[in-house]
């Protein structure tokens, strides 16, 4: 295995990859956006299907004798 000697801030630039910079800063704005976005939607769902369960199952059980 050879390491390349460049150090890591050249190696995140290749030299083929024509991506403008002002273009990689307008998707880095809003790629965390879309994955918060997605984490409390699954959050949400997460806190409603325990909800569900709590006042569907374990209350109407009572409780423990």
């Known amino acids: 295995m050879t390491r390349d000697p ?5 190696a ?3 030299p083929a990859d024509p991506i403008a910079q002002a273009d990689l ?15 409390g939607i699954s959050l949400a769902f997460l806190v409603l299907a325990w909800l569900a369960v709590y006042f ?3 209350l109407p059980r009572g409780p423990i004798r």
């Open 12 to 14: 995140l630039q290749d």
């Open 56 to 58: 569907g199952i374990f």
């Open 6 to 10: 460049r150090p890591a801030e050249d």
């Open 25 to 39: 800063d307008r998707v880095l704005q809003i790629v965390p956006r879309g994955a918060a976005a997605l984490a």
